[in-house]
C-alpha cells in the first residue's frame, strides 16, 4: 500500500513540473515589400511622416512603451530611456534628439504658440517649445561630435543623416522662437535660452552688425523664385532671411507723358548661415 501511495502522488507532481517547463513560442512572420516602401520606411522619422523613426520606435519597445505612452508621459519616458543600461549611448542620444523634436514641434502647434504676439515674453507655450528645440539641438550634436565613432566614419549611415536633420531643423526653430520671445532689433551677441547662452558670431556678416532688424525668418523651408540661380550651402546648420528696415522710399516721376517712371528702392534682404556647438 505504501508503495501505491506513493506513486499515486508523484505524478500529478511530474506533470506539474512538465507544463511550467514548456518553453513559449513566439510567432515571427516575414513580409516582403516592395523597393518603394522598404526605403521609405528607412528614410520615415518625425520629420518626413509626423512619426518616430523605426529605431526610435524600437528603442522605446525595449521599454514596453509605445509613442502613444511616450508622448503621454514624457517626463517619465525620458527617465526611463535614460536609465537604461542596456541601450548604446549613440542609439540614446539619436532617440532622444528626436522625442525632444517632436515634443517642441507638438508644442508649436498648440493655439498659445500659434497666435502668440510678436516678442511674447513670458509666454509658457513657447518658453516649453524653446527648451524642447535647446534639448533636440544638443543631445543631436552630442551624437554627432562627441561619440566615439567620428562622424567620418559613419558618412554613410542612414541613422547620422536624419540626426543631422534633427540638427538643422531645432537650429532652425530655436533661433526663429527665440526671436517671437526675446525683442530685439539687431542682431544680439548672445541668445538665452533658460540658463544657456547662445554666442552670436557675425564675423564673416559684418554688414549686419549695425542694421535694424525688422524680422528674422528660417529659410529652411523657404522657396524663392524668381532667380535664375539659388545657391544653397547643405551640410550642418541652418539658414534665415534677415530682412532690415528699409530707408523711406523714394518716388521720381520724370515726365508722365515721355517716360513713365517710377523708381521705388526695394526692402534689403541678407542671408545668414548658422551653426551653433
Do not use: W
Request: glycine share 2%; charged share 20%.
Amino acid at each position: 500500500m505504501l508503495l501505491t501511495r506513493h506513486h499515486t502522488f508523484t505524478r500529478p507532481i511530474i506533470l506539474g513540473l512538465t507544463i511550467v517547463l514548456l518553453p513559449a513560442c513566439q510567432l515571427v512572420k516575414v513580409k516582403e515589400n516592395n523597393i518603394h516602401q522598404a526605403i521609405r520606411s528607412k528614410s520615415e522619422n518625425i520629420l518626413t511622416h509626423d512619426q518616430l523613426s523605426a529605431e526610435t520606435t524600437s528603442l522605446l519597445k525595449l521599454l514596453s512603451l509605445t509613442p502613444q505612452q511616450c508622448t503621454a508621459e514624457f517626463e517619465t519616458c525620458l527617465k526611463r530611456l535614460n536609465t537604461q543600461t542596456d541601450i548604446a549611448a549613440d542609439e540614446r542620444y539619436a532617440a532622444l534628439s528626436e522625442l525632444y523634436l517632436a515634443q517642441a514641434l507638438e508644442l508649436s502647434k498648440q493655439r498659445n504658440c500659434t497666435h502668440a504676439q510678436p516678442h511674447s515674453e513670458n509666454n509658457h507655450c513657447l518658453e516649453q517649445s524653446l527648451e524642447a528645440f535647446d534639448q533636440s539641438l544638443r543631445y543631436s550634436y552630442v551624437y554627432l561630435f562627441k561619440m566615439q565613432e567620428s562622424p567620418s566614419t559613419r558618412v554613410f549611415d542612414q541613422r547620422q543623416m536624419h540626426v543631422r536633420t534633427f540638427y538643422n531643423v531645432a537650429l532652425s526653430r530655436l533661433i526663429t522662437t527665440a526671436y517671437r520671445t526675446q525683442p530685439f532689433h539687431q542682431i544680439p551677441a548672445q541668445l538665452n535660452v533658460q540658463q544657456r547662452q547662445y554666442i552670436v558670431n557675425l564675423e564673416h556678416y559684418p554688414e549686419l552688425k549695425s542694421k535694424t532688424i525688422d524680422r528674422v525668418q528660417s529659410s529652411y523651408n523657404l522657396n524663392f523664385s524668381g532667380f535664375y540661380q539659388v545657391n544653397r550651402q547643405d551640410g550642418l546648420g541652418a539658414e534665415f532671411v534677415v530682412v532690415t528696415e528699409a530707408d523711406p522710399i523714394h518716388k521720381m516721376i520724370l515726365s508722365l507723358t515721355r517716360y513713365r517712371f517710377i523708381k521705388i528702392k526695394p526692402i534689403p534682404i541678407s542671408i545668414l548661415h548658422a551653426i551653433c556647438p
